[in-house]
C-alpha cells in the first residue's frame, strides 16, 4: 500500500468501529508504535547513536510543531495568559538542565584514547554521561506520559485519520528515545514502556469521565515542552559523546534530519487538517443553531393566531 493511501485506510477502518470505539482503535495504533520504536532501538543497538540523533531530533520536532501550536490553541481557547505557559516551558526545561548539567558531551582527545580504559577522570566521565542520560530518560518517561495523556485526552475528542497517523509516527520516535536513553543509563526499560502505553487509555478515561479544568491543559503542554526541549540537545549531545572526536557526522545529521523533517511535515498537516475539521464542525453547529431558533420563532408565530382566535370564543362561551 502506498503511504498516501494510509489516511483513507486508517479512516475507513475506523469509520466501521462502533461510535466511541474509535479512540479505543487509535490507543491500540500509538501502543503498537511506540513498541516498535523501542524494540528497533533494542534489536540494532549497535546502531544506538543514528537512532538517538534520530530520537533527540523527533522530541524536538514534536516539542515545537506538535506541542507549541497545541498550547497557543489551548491557552486562546481557556484564556490562559501565554507567559504562564512560557513559564511552565522554561521550568520544564530549567529542571531538566539541572539534573543533566554534568553529562559528558565533550570530545575525547587523543590523550585520553593513548591512556586506553583506565585513563585518569574517564570513569568519572562515564559515570557523569550515564548519569546524564538516567535523567534524560526519566525527564523524557515522565514529560512523554504526560504529554501521551493529553493526547488520549484529545483522541477522546476527535480521532481522524490525520490525527491518527501523525500520533503514530512520533509515538515510534518516543518508543526510540525510551530505549535509547534508557538503555544507555543502564536502567530497565519495561515499566516505562508500560506507563508509556497505558498513559493514552488513561487520558481517554478522564476526558470521558473527568476532563481537566481548561487553564491547566495549556500550563502542563508548556511543561512537556520544555521537558522534551531540553532532552533533546542532552540526547544529541550523547549521541555525539559515542564517536571518536565527540561530533556526529554529516551522515548522521542528514538522516536525523530527513526523518524528523518528513515528521514535522505530516505533524503540521495533520494539524491544518484538524484546525479546518473543528472550522467545519464550528459551522455547522451555528447554522444548526440558527436552524432551531428559525424553528422555534415559526412555531411561536404559527401558535399566537390561534391563540388569539380561541379567546374570544372561550369568552363567548362564558357569555
Known sequence: ????????????????????QEAWAAVVLVCASTLAGAWLARRNSRRMTIWLAIASAMMLVTALVDLLPDAWHEAAESRTPMWTVGLAAVLGFTVITYFTRKGCACPHDAAESRAGKHAPGLHRRVKEAV????????GTAAALTLHRAIEGATLALTASAMIILALTVHSASEGLALAALLDMARQRLAPWLVVACLSPA??????TFRPLPEQWVPVLLGLVIG??????????????????NGRLSRTHLAIAAAVSITAGTLLAFAHATHGDEESGR???????????????????????????VEEPRREGAQL
Request: overall charge positive; proline content about 4%.
Open 227 to 244: 521537558v522534551l526541549s531540553r532532552t533533546a540537545i542532552v540526547g544529541m549531545r550523547l549521541a555525539g559523546s559515542r564517536q571518536r
Open 131 to 138: 548519569g546524564a542520560a538516567l535523567y534524560g530518560g526519566m
Open 282 to 308: 464550528t459551522a455547522e453547529r451555528s447554522a444548526g443553531a440558527m436552524a432551531t431558533r428559525a424553528e422555534i420563532s415559526r412555531a411561536i408565530s404559527q401558535a399566537a393566531p390561534v391563540s388569539v
Open 202 to 207: 488513561v487520558g481517554v478515561l478522564f476526558a
Open 1 to 20: 500500500m502506498r503511504l498516501t493511501d494510509w489516511p483513507g485506510a486508517i479512516g475507513a477502518a475506523l469509520e466501521r468501529q462502533p461510535a466511541g
